[in-house]
């Protein structure tokens, strides 16, 4: 068995560009279903509007880079706006059912032979990253160090990206941080509690979910925006709803509702992926595993995620952060 | 002392207001807050509310009662805006509220409380109490952001929160979670917390529902307290022990009309009412045959009863 490897992989995994634009988009998520008890089922729709507004700005449109970000910005404004204003008048469920519908309209609209043009169809985009990464301040070559045998290093590219990564999740929990302490983040949280009592007492129930879904939607573009820097592509199938379920695996096992949560939930996620991962095709490929081969390692990792996950629930419903007592008031 | 007497004042100028006033529905009160108009509310066939024309008296404690059933809650939540009401208008303090969305109507000055408590469970009982302060500065988006901005205020909202806290003696629980109070608590804090909108009406939807013996007395002292310190109640009970405690002025509701007005202690003897909670034959036989029938079976079963004690 190849350890030095498994460890390696493992460990950079917990800082690497699929924790970052999980975990920024989990961030997002938090704000929506943490705080404001809203059931944001199309995460992914965010993202997947950010990457291609950047993508077919920079790809079909010809222009800069930064025009590229700040059209990914509107494109996932304007989804928060077209995705709330018909169902945050209605119950929590609807919005459920309307966001993952939403979600799929848009990664299917992106896919469509009839849009080939503009969106590339299901081969999406790539070739637009040259303005993010002209902006590297990295020269060429493998960053990192070993930490005793174990070998942790990055390419130029992958530093940039996972910089700029960090750098924003630092940003967004810091305003999630911020606002959640403040009279605004009060009015969140209580309209999670009972929306009715808010009302009652003079709060425009209406415009706090629009302002939450909006940030949340935004948050949540930024991870777009890594997505396509990172891998240099985007298509439209990495959008789909499983993202989606993805995040909020991440904000239930960090602790909802808590500033670091969905951050440590992601680490923890891919780590505990790629470890298994890891492990599992290390022993298919040695030989101690022999009913099954590599390709079905893939499929029997996530069933063990899926398994270690219940486990979770059961033991500490609450995550890693979240305090016991909220659960117990829950359970009323 | 001087509470004391202030107390009997405000009483005592709530009872003058009442003191020559018509029993009849919709009888016009001297110094009106809130004044309804022909409201009607349907759920399809049936016509929960159909409210003719009622005055609530400014700085009056006023009781509305009623058979269950009969619109009262349906009533409540038109006047504040939970429900939107198929026809009729109300103004309060002169200004028409028909259409007004809830928040706004809370912001006017008329803050209701709900039948089932809406502690919000996973806040503080301090920041349930913080939340029902008005303006705040830290509710926009883009000041929230900036502590230095809003702390200030955040202050004085907290040592007002604080304070009736204190009066409704659940300071000792202000840093615990609202979902862990009892059921009273509850009823308390939602009380409290719809005073930190400084409301000039209050509106109380069964405040007493689901409260033990021993909190119904400081709740009760709460409520007359509403009206000592110059604001208006109204409110929705079933408990008509409170009623004639703490009313000045009773209103009755039956298949969503007012059926009648009055003084608490002379309500419930008004045949309109009796009529309503008890249905107007309640006491006759509905025919000569039924009644030797409903005698038979009376004098059938003593016996049996007679028998079956003898046999023993």
Redesign the interface.
């Known amino acids: 068995m190849d350890w030095i490897t498994i460890f390696s992989t493992t460990i950079k995994s917990a800082v690497g560009v699929e924790t970052v634009l999980y975990g920024i988009a989990a961030i997002g998520l938090n704000v929506h279903f943490g705080y404001t008890g809203l059931l944001n089922f199309g995460q992914a729709a965010f993202m997947g509007v950010a990457g291609y507004g950047l993508a077919v700005t920079v790809v079909v449109l010809g222009m800069p880079f930064w025009a590229g970000i700040i059209f990914g910005l509107i494109a996932a404004v304007i989804l928060a706006f077209l995705l709330g204003i018909p169902t945050l008048q209605l119950r929590a469920d609807y919005l459920a059912i309307v966001t993952i519908a939403a979600a799929e309209i848009v990664r299917l609209v992106f896919r469509s032979v009839q849009f080939k043009d503009v969106f590339g169809g299901s081969d999406g985009h790539r070739g637009f990253t040259e303005g993010f990464y002209a902006l590297n301040p990295y020269p060429t070559g493998n960053y990192g160090f070993n930490l005793g045998p174990i070998p942790l290093f990055f390419n130029h590219r992958t530093m940039w990206v996972i910089t700029v990564g960090w750098v924003l999740i630092a940003l967004a929990c810091l305003?999630v941080h911020?606002?959640m302490?403040?009279?605004?983040?009060?009015?969140l949280?209580?309209i999670?509690?009972?929306e009715?009592?808010?009302?009652?007492?003079?709060?425009?129930?209406f415009s706090y979910k629009m302002?939450a879904l909006v940030?949340g939607g935004v948050i949540g573009s930024l991870g777009g925006f890594i997505y396509g820097l990172g891998y240099a592509s985007v298509q439209p199938d990495v959008f789909g709803t499983e993202t989606t379920f993805y995040m909020y695996t991440m904000v239930i096992l960090g602790g909802a509702a808590r500033v670091l949560g969905p951050v440590i939930g992601s680490m923890l996620f891919w780590v505990l992926l790629v470890l298994i991962y890891g492990v599992l095709s290390e022993a298919v490929r040695v030989g101690y595993i022999t009913f099954m081969d590599t390709n079905q390692v893939g499929a029997l990792r996530w069933i063990l995620v899926g398994a270690g996950l219940i486990l979770l629930l059961v033991y500490r419903p609450q995550g890693i952060f979240g305090d016991k007592?909220?659960i117990a008031?829950?359970a009323? | 002392m001087h509470a004391e007497t202030m107390s009997t004042d405000r009483k005592a100028a709530a009872l003058a207001a009442f003191k020559d006033l018509a029993r009849d529905p919709g009888v016009p009160k001297p110094d009106p807050i809130l004044v309804v108009d022909h409201v009607v509310r349907r759920f399809g066939g049936l016509t929960a509310v159909d409210v003719g024309h009622v005055e609530i008296q400014r700085g009056s404690i006023t009781a509305l009662i009623g058979p269950n059933g009969a619109g009262k809650t349906t009533f409540f939540n038109q006047l504040t805006g939970f429900d939107t009401a198929d026809a009729g208008s109300w103004t309060f303090n002169g200004r028409s509220m028909n259409g007004v969305p809830a928040h706004k109507v809370a912001r006017s000055g008329m803050v209701r409380t709900f039948q089932l408590t809406k502690a919000l469970s996973r806040l503080t009982v301090l920041e349930n109490m913080r939340l029902g302060a008005q303006k705040q500065k830290g509710e926009n988006f883009w000041r929230a952001l900036v502590p230095r901005v809003w702390r200030a205020q955040e202050d004085e909202i907290t040592e007002r929160a604080e304070e009736l806290l204190a009066r409704f003696k659940l300071d000792a629980k202000r840093d615990d979670f609202a979902g862990s109070l009892s059921g009273g608590q509850r009823k308390l804090l939602e009380m409290a917390r719809a005073l930190m909108v400084n409301p000039e009406l209050v509106m109380l939807d069964e405040p007493m529902a689901g409260v033990n013996p021993a909190l119904t007395q400081s709740l009760l002292g709460h409520v007359k307290d509403l009206r000592e310190q110059g604001m208006t109640v109204l409110f929705v009970e079933h408990d008509m022990d409170m009623v004639r405690d703490i009313s000045d002025w009773v209103i009755v509701m039956a298949q969503g009309a007012v059926i009648a007005e009055g003084p608490p202690s002379t309500i419930m003897s008004d045949q309109r009412v009796i009529d309503a909670y008890l249905g107007a034959h309640h006491d006759a036989p509905l025919s000569e045959g039924e009644l030797e029938a409903q005698l038979q079976e009376a004098e059938a079963a003593l016996e049996a009863e007679i028998e079956e004690e003898t046999q023993k």
């Open positions: 305003i911020l606002l302490k403040s009279p605004w983040g009060r009015v949280k209580a999670r509690e009972d009715d009592a808010v009302r009652s007492l003079g709060k425009s129930v302002q940030l007592r909220e008031i829950d009323r």
